[in-house]
């Protein structure tokens, strides 16, 4: 029975608490840096993956900003087009403040979709950078374990159903490896950071026979310190 979810609910709305766009970033930011990882990705691709999913939604950010000043009421049809302009703000913004290619690929290609019907560019297949394909299907997940006013967060099996009915929109070597992130003890790593809501909730029991919480900090690595799931940078021992 396919399962009931809204298009809302596959991507973090414009108006959405500071809060919760850091908690959506550091959920997707330590994703990406696992499921790069899981593909054989150079650490410093992978750290990359990571600064990358702290900052996709940062276009979001600024457009909430704006449509906050506007003094006349924005009917929906414009906010979803306000929506579309998300990733190539935030590809502007961090143009503008020096971050490097990977970086600036995987923000701005995030909700490019494998099948050629996503945005900004309509790109499809091998067209999209591999760091957009690896941000987008990290995105979506992130989006859909949120809590939301209108709903709780979704448990990682439902999430993952609900990915594997809209597959089409994922390179499938991508979700592949991320399915085995989903299932993997840095999950439980993650969720458990994450302040989302009840782990066990969330959790869903889905995590194979690894349902021990293990109290060892998840750190993304590169450069000269490590940023722990929580956000907070810690120095590398030298």
Known sequence: MPMKYESRDVETPIQVSLDDSIEHGIVVSNLAYNVGKE?????????????????????????NFYMNEKEEQILTVDETRYL??????????????????IVL?????????YDGTGYPSNLKRDEIPL???IMHVCDIFGALIANRDYREGFSVETALEVMIEEVKNFDMK??????????SKEML???EKSNL????????GTANDNTSTERD??????????????????????
């Open 131 to 133: 760091v957009g394909r």
């Open 39 to 63: 593909l054989g990705l150079d650490e410093a691709v992978c750290y990359d993956l990571a600064v990358a999913g702290l900052l996709h939604d940062i276009g979001k950010v600024r457009l």
């Open 197 to 204: 809501h009840d782990t066990d909730t969330i959790k869903g």
């Open 105 to 113: 690929d995987a923000v701005l290609y995030h909700h490019e979709h």
């Open 189 to 191: 790593r993650i969720l």
């Open 174 to 183: 991508v979700f592949l490896a991320f399915q085995r992130v989903a299932f």
């Open 217 to 238: 900090e998840g750190l993304v690595r590169g450069g000269d310190a490590e940023t722990d799931i929580s956000g907070e940078c810690v120095q590398r021992p030298v």
């Open 84 to 101: 579309r302009m998300h990733s190539t703000i935030g590809h502007s913004i961090l143009v503008e403040h020096g971050y490097d290619n």
